[in-house]
């Protein structure tokens, strides 16, 4: 599956942003999808997740109540909704695939469990 994000961009504290990620490939609804983030000088971290189905979603908690993950199999998208948007989370925000088992917490943030990756979009938050 190939993964192209799109939706960053500049927005003042407090602001919403979407970012999407468009997939292309079969079987989509077959791969649990992941959005991750990386600041400048940092490590690539997890921000939430989905199961193929969407019956499970995990987020961490520093955008728990904040941000949303959806997906739309039929459109082969993934969606983050982003809300009260804070300076902390400026990145770039990257959306990946995967086929592992990832239905625990512990398993759908390890980045080494996805074998696909969108080419990130930046998210810049002003204070």
């Known amino acids: 599956v190939q993964l192209q994000a799109s939706g960053g961009g500049l927005v003042q504290a407090g602001g919403s942003l979407r970012v999407s990620c468009a997939a292309s490939?079969?079987?989509?609804?077959?791969?649990?999808l992941g959005w991750f983030r990386q600041a400048p000088g940092k490590e690539r971290d997890f921000v939430a997740g989905?199961?193929?189905?969407?019956?499970?979603?995990y987020y961490a908690d520093s955008v728990k109540g904040r941000f949303t993950i959806s997906r739309d199999n039929a459109e082969s998208t993934v969606h983050l909704q982003m809300n009260s948007l804070n300076p902390e989370d400026t990145a770039v925000y990257y959306c990946?695939?995967?086929?592992?088992?990832?239905?625990?917490?512990?398993?759908?943030?390890?980045?080494?469990?996805?074998?696909?990756w969108g080419q990130g979009t930046l998210v810049t938050v002003s204070s």
């Open positions: 989905i199961t193929g189905s969407g019956g499970i979603i």
């Open positions: 990946a695939a995967t086929l592992s088992w990832v239905r625990t917490m512990a398993r759908m943030t390890q980045t080494s469990l996805y074998n696909y």
């Open positions: 490939g079969r079987s989509f609804s077959s791969y649990a």
